[in-house]
């Protein structure tokens, strides 16, 4: 081999491409056996003409992606009785609300759309290392019950919600939904945490002014949150601000109350990597746990037309992703991805990034050890009926 070779293998060697091939070795297949073993008894066995033996007649697994009866998050169990819910380690649940949009309606469809989405993802990263259905105990609890036209009785559904999770140690994931639900999911967790609460928020939107409209709109949930006695201003870091759909009353609320503020300028100046460091800083700082709430808008339009209020100059989605790992690898208690718009989505390339910052992030959440604690095991799964 020539010195160039050689030195090639070296870079190989410490990149993580190279561990992560290492790393797939150490997952379990324990569900992925399991689920195959309940296909061929419930599905019947496949037809003699198909060589592999694995195959049922009726699909009642993973594959194929495109078949089955895939209408949950990342084909996660379905929990009907909430009752149960802290068997689980992870709650998926939707919050479709679009009272609070002011221009483009239709988040009332993003928990769908991103449900939808996720039949392209398996439930194996490569580059994290992580087998969420091996890894995790994740269920899909299915949506709130909102009220349409009348947001304030939608709010509590949804705080009611987001409390009956968070309270039994369950880790919340809400799929919006537009950003008026930021303020009721803070407001249901925060009762619960015994210290203060800080908020890492994505957006390109300040969404702090009292009311937008007359009302609580989806431009205002931070006021709201941040009036919590535990959930102090201080402890908000908004990242992606920018452009020209910035109201100026929700400026003056940040600049008085005391938000962190960086902008896709400040992000191209210092670096994802100084971002997520500062904004871990400040979100944690004196805080007991730290929530996420990502508004998928923060993407550049480009990359995300399914939303209420697109906004060019934003974040490409390699930044947003490593700023979600880098974050996720510090802890949190829950987050929520918000104003996935469906029907004004192409080729669900929005509903795709909105499924991959939950997906990155639970990965991380995972792979650092802040979930999946709980083993996989057959008492603890929960396909479908028990036997
Ligand atoms: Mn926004």
């Known amino acids: 081999m020539s010195e160039q070779g050689h030195s090639h293998s070296d870079a190989f060697a410490q990149s993580e491409g190279r561990w992560a091939q290492e790393a797939e070795a150490a997952i379990s297949l324990f569900r ?10 419930f599905g019947l066995s ?39 819910v802290d068997d689980a380690e992870v709650a998926i649940f939707g919050a479709p609300v679009d009272a609070g949009t002011t221009y483009r309606p239709g ?49 509590d559904q949804i705080s009611q919600a987001i409390s009956h999770v968070y309270s039994r140690g369950v880790f ?21 945490v015994d210290g203060n609460i800080g908020i890492i928020h994505f957006d ?11 009302e609580r709109m989806h431009t205002t949930p931070w006021f709201h949150a941040t009036n919590i006695a535990n959930a102090p201003a201080t402890n908000l870091v908004q990242i992606g601000i920018g452009g020209w759909q910035s109201p100026r009353a929700g400026v003056k609320v940040g ?7 960086m902008t896709i300028g400040d992000v191209e100046r210092v670096g994802v990597e100084k971002i997520a460091e500062t904004a871990l800083e400040l979100a944690w700082k004196g805080a007991k746990a730290v929530y996420l709430s990502f508004d998928i808008d923060v993407l550049d339009a480009g990359f995300v037309p399914g939303t209420g209020w697109p906004e060019p100059g934003g974040l490409l989605p ?7 790992r880098l974050i996720s690898a510090a802890g949190l208690s829950g987050l929520e991805i918000v104003e996935c718009s469906p029907p004004y989505d192409w080729a669900e390339q929005t509903a795709l990034m909105s499924s991959r910052i939950v997906l990155d992030s639970l990965g991380v959440l995972v792979r650092e050890g802040h979930l999946g604690k709980k083993p996989a095991a057959r008492d603890r799964h929960a396909w479908g009926p028990q036997a």
């Not at 992925?32 to 061929?40: A, K, N, Y």
């Not at 919340?172 to 967790?189: E, M």
């Not at 600049?255 to 503020?261: F, Y």
């Open 172 to 192: 919340p994931v809400v799929l919006g939904g537009d950003h008026s639900i930021g303020y009721p999911t803070i407001r249901g967790i925060a009762p619960h």
């Open 318 to 324: 390699r930044e947003a992703l490593n700023l979600i």
């Open 255 to 261: 600049r008085e109350r005391g938000t962190s503020i």
């Open 32 to 41: 992925h056996d399991e689920e195959i073993e309940r296909g061929l008894a």
């Open 46 to 84: 496949g037809s003699p003409t198909l060589v592999d033996r694995t195959i049922p007649t009726f699909s009642r697994g993973e594959l194929p992606h495109f078949a089955g009866e895939r209408g949950t998050f990342l084909n996660a169990p379905y929990l009907e009785d909430v009752n149960q």
């Open 107 to 155: 988040t009332r469809f993003g928990p769908q759309g991103i449900r939808r989405s996720t039949n392209l993802f398996g439930t194996y990263c490569y580059e994290l290392g992580v087998d969420l259905r091996e890894q995790l105990n994740m269920v899909d609890i299915g949506d709130v019950f909102t009220i349409p036209g009348n947001l304030e009785k939608s709010f």
């Open 204 to 214: 390109r939107h300040v969404d702090t002014q009292e009311t937008d409209l007359d």
